[in-house]
């Protein structure tokens, strides 16, 4: 079992940045992939970001040249550097990581309990 616990979501202003964080926990091997998704009202949740074991990463078109994602694999940790705000950014955004057990090598999907970013003026 993994627990993932998300900080660092606030109101911001246009053009303001946010970081996010996000640690892992619990009874695990290894982590694959973390990154983050968010979701607004009435919409689906999507993928904003996400980043490998080995480094490589992966950013939802809107985000692109605004947004970061970074990892420490020592401490299990993710975060996502939010520059550029807009009021579409507006939305609950939830930490994600794929794990290995500690006994058994079976991958399993994981979810942060969400933040809420808000980018109003």
């Known amino acids: 079992q993994v627990q993932l616990v998300e900080s660092g979501g606030g109101l911001v202003q246009p053009g303001g940045s946010l970081r996010l964080s996000c640690a892992a926990s619990?009874?695990?091997?290894?982590?694959?992939?973390m990154g983050w998704y968010r979701q607004a009202p009435g919409k689906q949740r999507d993928l904003v970001a996400a980043i490998t074991s080995g480094g490589s990463t992966n950013y939802v078109d809107s985000v692109k040249g605004r947004f970061t994602i970074s990892r420490d694999n020592s401490r299990n940790t993710v975060s996502l550097q939010m520059n550029s705000l807009k009021p579409e950014d507006t939305a609950l955004y939830y930490c994600?990581?794929?794990?290995?057990?500690?006994?058994?090598?079976?991958?399993?999907?994981?979810w942060g309990q969400g933040t809420q970013v808000t980018v109003s003026s």
């Open positions: 994600y990581c794929s794990a290995r057990g500690k006994y058994l090598l079976i991958t399993r999907e994981y």
């Open positions: 619990g009874s695990f091997s290894s982590i694959n992939t």
